[in-house]
């Protein structure tokens, strides 16, 4: 293991300033995208996606990620509409997805998160993060806001904590957030994520019903449109394939330590950052099948 640190560190760093060269080579403005009747969609530099909606009765915001895309995103809006800022929703409690908030709380904003994902973040409270005015647990919550439904899904263990699922029912749109990123391999050594929940959780979303998903994370070539169930799918197939192949090395005898190194899978070879993070995909996949998966917890009690 010490002779493959070097190796994983080169990724590594690889990985951090690839995904900074892809930010920095999407547009540096702040890009809005109407994608239904009052829902929008919104970036700075193509990596982070929120999405917003405009109902009669204020607007409702799904993603803060940061102080800075936060700020350009209420400019955005109130070009669109004065009226008030109602709701702010996080996803889940990673930094990089949960911060900003304040920028909405100063506006007259409830934030939301749920219960899971709230008490991570309060105790590791980022610089940029302030904690959401309001939690909420258990499996669903509905919230109205003039005439426009929200619910919002936990479905469990999958990524991070609290990671919540949203589905506007009447437009049938979805915002999910990092459980899937079309167009892209899962990122790195696939942190956080419990690989075999996240399967489980993906068949959850497929059961609901939107036509449309917004992803915070897509390298398609129409990211800001949104997509479909199908991209969905392609994530879950990638995960069982993943899986799939590395068993049928194991069978052919390949020592475990070299399959990240020897297993291929040309399926994906047009997805973005197939040659830098596939060996670390699979790695984890090693890890998990051998050790036990990681994270776990027991589900809280309610």
């Known amino acids: ?35 239904a ?33 936060a700020t350009s995103m209420l400019a955005e ?13 996080h996803s889940h409690n990673h930094w990089d997805h949960a ?13 939301f998160a749920h219960a899971e994902a709230y008490a991570w973040m309060l105790a ?30 936990y479905l469990g263990m999958n990524h991070g904590l609290g990671m919540t699922v949203f589905l506007l029912p009447q437009s049938k749109v979805a915002y999910i957030a990092d459980l899937v990123t079309p167009n892209r391999l899962p990122f790195t050594i696939v942190p956080d994520f419990n690989i075999r929940e996240w399967e489980r959780s993906l068949d959850e979303v497929l059961q609901m019903d939107f036509d449309k998903a917004v992803f915070s994370h897509n390298e398609s070539k129409n990211r800001m449109a949104g997509g479909s169930k199908q991209d969905v799918n392609l994530q879950l197939q990638y995960i069982k394939d993943l899986r799939a192949e590395f068993y049928a090395e194991l069978q052919k005898g390949t020592n475990p330590f070299l399959i990240p190194k020897v297993l291929k899978l040309p399926k994906y070879k047009d997805w973005l950052m197939y040659e830098e993070w596939l060996e670390m995909n699979i790695w ?19």
Not at 46 to 60: P, Q
């Open 99 to 111: 911060s900003g908030g304040q920028i909405f709380v100063d506006a007259g904003a409830t934030t």
């Open 124 to 153: 590791n409270t980022g610089r940029d993060m302030a904690i959401p005015t309001q939690s909420w647990s258990g499996k669903r919550k509905d919230i109205e806001l003039g005439g426009v439904k929200v619910e919002l899904h």
């Open 37 to 69: 009747d009052n829902i929008y969609t919104f970036t700075t530099d193509g990596e982070y996606i929120s999405l917003f909606v405009v109902t009669k009765a204020g607007v409702m915001v799904f993603e803060t990620v940061n102080t800075s895309h």
């Open 284 to 302: 984890r996949i090693l890890s998990d099948e051998f050790l036990g998966p990681y994270p776990w917890r027991p589900e809280p009690s309610s």
């Open 1 to 35: 293991m010490t002779q493959l640190t070097p190796t994983f560190m080169r990724y590594l760093m690889l990985a951090t300033l690839l995904m900074s060269s892809l930010a920095f080579a999407q547009e540096h403005t702040s890009k809005t995208t109407k994608i």
């Open 77 to 89: 809006i109130r070009k669109i509409t004065d009226k008030p800022i109602k709701y702010a929703f």
